[in-house]
């Protein structure tokens, strides 16, 4: 895999969980060609493959903690979650426990940043809200932003 990575962690069928995609849809062409950009539905161990030999893995992920819809979250993944922190994924490990569990079988990029999107609806067929869509953009300038920050290291 690439040196650096983003991976956006979601279902695109399932409303404001299409979050980690459309972050990936809307950098696409932007950071250099070194940078995988991988869409991900959360599965641990496709997530660990991904990351494992990265220096530095950016993850997008929906995630509900009770804030406002919309808001952002920037967390160090290494550096642990606050308890609130939960990962909006239909599946039963979310990005949060594949990453204790990368840390468990020594299986963690060397950096590991964690965009949550705090959300509001999820339901089939429904697309973003406008406060997450707008938080999208917003993760997109914060990701290009870590990518040149980590490019001039």
Known sequence: MADVVVIGVGNRMMGDDAAGPVVIDRLAGRPPESVALVESVGDATHL????????????????VSG??????????????FPSSWRSASTHLIGVVEAIDLGGAVDMLPDELVVFGIEIGKVEPGVNLSPE???AVDEVVEMVFAE??????R
């Open 67 to 80: 804030g406002v819809p919309g808001s952002i979250h920037r967390i160090d993944g290494k550096g642990g």
């Open 48 to 63: 660990l493959d991904t990351w494992r030999d990265a220096r530095l893995a950016v993850v997008v992920d929906a995630v």
């Open 132 to 134: 997450v869509d707008a």
């Open 147 to 152: 990518l040149s920050v980590i490019g001039n």
